[in-house]
Nanobody, 124 residues
Framework: QVQLVESGGGLVQAGGSLRLSCTAS????????MGWFRQAPGKGREFVAA????????YYADSVKGRFTISRDNAKNTVYLQMNSLKPEDTAVYYC?????????????????WGQGTQVTVSS
């Protein structure tokens, strides 16, 4: 069983930045591909970004490309989401997810484990 704990959410003005962290309680963190998803009020879950186990591959949703950066520190069992130039439409609960293996997926159903989520609110 893998437990994921997100942190770093909060309230920020449009144009500001936040860095989300997700720490995994697993012995072999580098066996897992990691993803970030978000869900805004009244909307479905949306893929944001994903990173392979070796950090060799990353993938982003078009809506965040060029503004968000996903990275990981396998020594700390942690994946990060650096969010810059935030917009009000980025407001959502952000979730990290893990899947065993190296492939990156944008579909949430492909991920095996989920965190509890952290709220990000961007004011205009």
């Amino acid at each position: 069983q893998v437990q994921l704990v997100e942190s770093g959410g909060g309230l920020v003005q449009a144009g500001g930045s936040l860095r989300l962290s997700c720490t995994a309680s697993v012995r072999t963190f580098n066996d897992y591909a990691m993803g970030w998803f978000r869900q805004a009020p009244g909307k479905g879950r949306e893929f944001v970004a994903a990173i392979s186990w070796s950090e060799g591959s990353t993938y982003y949703a078009d809506s965040v490309k060029g503004r968000f950066t996903i990275s990981r520190d396998n020594a700390k069992n942690t994946v990060y989401l650096q969010m810059n130039s935030l917009k009000p439409e980025d407001t959502a609960v952000y979730y990290c997810a893990a899947r065993l293996g190296s492939y990156l997926y944008t579909l949430g159903g492909r991920y095996d484990y989920w965190g509890q989520g952290t709220q990000v609110t961007v004011s205009s």
